[in-house]
């Protein structure tokens, strides 16, 4: 009997596992629907500047949805760091979009003691929509001059992949 509920149990994680394979397989076929950059205007964390979607067409964009309690978000931070400083003056920015729901005040302090140099603003969960959905931080897209959405990356990316793509983009 007890053995029974076990196996029970197991299926239940068995198919769970399957269904969060599922959703992860299907996660670029989402950011493939999404064309356009979505429609967005929020405060930026650091300094009281808007930033909206508008301003950043001409420029390709990596937009990083993060959070301050993320292990690979925060060993992706001094890469970023280091590529808006290298592409930036060839019309590129980085756009970090922070999912910490402790607010303003305790993404601010993370970015000041991390010398972050790229826009932050706070999201929330419609405009990971916009993006086609966001499964789980860190989640980047890159986005062209003409703001299309044209790569979409599930987790931590190293530095030698977005700089490729980024070129590409650039050139």
């Known amino acids: 009997m007890r053995q029974e509920k076990g196996l029970k149990g197991a299926g239940?994680?068995?198919?769970?596992?399957?269904?969060?394979?599922?959703?992860?397989?299907?996660?670029?076929?989402?950011?493939?629907?999404?064309k356009k950059m979505p429609d967005f205007s929020e405060d930026t964390v650091l300094g009281q500047s808007k930033i909206d979607s508008a301003s950043l067409r001409g420029q390709v964009v990596l937009v990083n949805f993060w959070a301050t309690w993320c292990p690979p978000c925060r060993?992706?931070?001094?890469?970023?760091?280091?590529?808006?400083?290298k592409y930036r003056a060839r019309g590129f920015t980085i756009l970090g979009i922070s999912m910490d729901e402790g607010g303003r005040k305790v993404v601010s302090k993370f970015l000041e003691k991390l010398g972050v140099n790229y826009p932050v603003?706070?999201?929330?969960?419609?405009?990971?929509?916009?993006?086609?959905?966001?499964?789980?931080?860190?989640a980047s897209f890159l986005v062209d001059r003409e703001g299309n959405v044209v790569k979409r990356y599930d987790g931590y990316v190293s530095e030698k992949v977005l700089s490729g793509e980024i070129e590409q983009l650039l050139n």
Do not use: C, H, N
Not at 13 to 18: C, I, S, T
Not at 121 to 138: H, N, Q
């Open 75 to 85: 060993k992706e931070i001094p890469s970023l760091i280091e590529m808006q400083e």
């Open 12 to 34: 239940k994680w068995v198919g769970l596992l399957a269904l969060l394979l599922t959703i992860s397989a299907l996660a670029p076929a989402l950011a493939a629907t999404v």
């Open 121 to 138: 603003i706070i999201g929330d969960t419609s405009l990971a929509r916009g993006f086609g959905g966001v499964m789980g931080v860190p």
